[in-house]
């Protein structure tokens, strides 16, 4: 298929488009009709069948799976959360983080990731942010001379929301394997967007809304959590949390 010809296919999918030049800035996208035919089999068979379970289960794990595909990771290492804020909170409450331990993040990033870090003030956990202008683009650099030993978390967004710098996580990604550092980021603006590999990036965490670049409406999100990282603790525990559930 040629470029132009995919790119109207995938125009036909947004009938807002025929009505009006739509210019997506970064904060939602209009509804695809492929999403809105999935969710209305779903509301249908809600409505026929109040609720098949074991339909819509399988159906999570195929997302689970799409999700991992999409960012080189494991379906074990995919969770669903409601939203960005909800996947950069659960991080930020299950690293073992104590009293004097330091969190860097980027001056001016979204305040969802930072509200989610200085509401550990009160465990005597301290945010340091570091400058970068809007036209830089934040490296291993960015952040090394700020490191101390106190320094357990690096968090900043892979594309930002206001200027859209896309930050070089990788270089980032392979200064805290060396020096022990969490890794953890937000991939709001990027996902479905431009190419997310986890695995490539280096990162520990990485949480998105899929909202934007995914299309789906408010309401979902994904987490990303890097197996092997045994000792973060959940902050809120189900039963389809654990390894092995009970039958019953
Ligand atoms: C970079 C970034 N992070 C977080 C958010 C907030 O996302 P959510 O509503 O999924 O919590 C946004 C929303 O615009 C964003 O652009």
């Not at 309401?219 to 525990?237: M, N, V």
Request: charged fraction near 20%.
């Amino acid at each position: 298929m040629s470029a132009t010809l995919e790119l109207d296919s995938i125009r036909q999918e947004f009938p807002v488009t025929k009505r009006m030049l739509y210019l997506d800035s970064a904060h939602q996208t209009p509804m695809a009709t492929c999403v809105r035919q999935a969710l209305a089999e779903f509301l249908a068979e809600g409505n026929e069948m109040a609720g098949p379970k074991p339909v819509w289960m399988r159906r999570v794990e195929r997302a689970r799976e799409d999700v991992a595909a999409l960012l080189n990771a494991s379906p074990s290492e995919i969770a669903f959360t409601k939203n960005t804020s909800e996947g950069l909170n659960i991080a930020a409450n299950a690293v073992p983080l104590a009293s004097g331990d330091t969190v860097l993040m980027l001056e001016g990033d979204h305040p969802n990731n930072a509200y989610a870090w200085l509401n550990l003030k009160r465990k005597g956990v301290e945010v340091r942010f570091v400058n970068v202008a809007d036209d830089e683009i934040a490296t291993a650099e960015t952040f090394e001379r700020f490191i101390d030993a106190t320094t357990k978390v690096i968090s900043l967004s892979h594309v930002t929301f206001h200027a859209g710098q896309r930050h070089d996580i990788a270089s980032i990604g392979r200064l805290c394997a060396q020096k022990g550092i969490y890794l953890v980021v937000d991939a709001m603006q990027s996902v479905g967007v431009v190419p997310v590999d986890v695995k490539k990036l280096g990162v520990s965490v990485l949480a998105a809304g899929c909202h934007k670049g995914l299309l789906v409406p408010q309401g979902l999100g994904i987490l990303y959590l890097k197996a092997g990282l045994d000792e973060l603790q959940p902050a809120y525990l189900a039963m389809s949390s654990l390894a092995n559930p009970p039958e019953d």
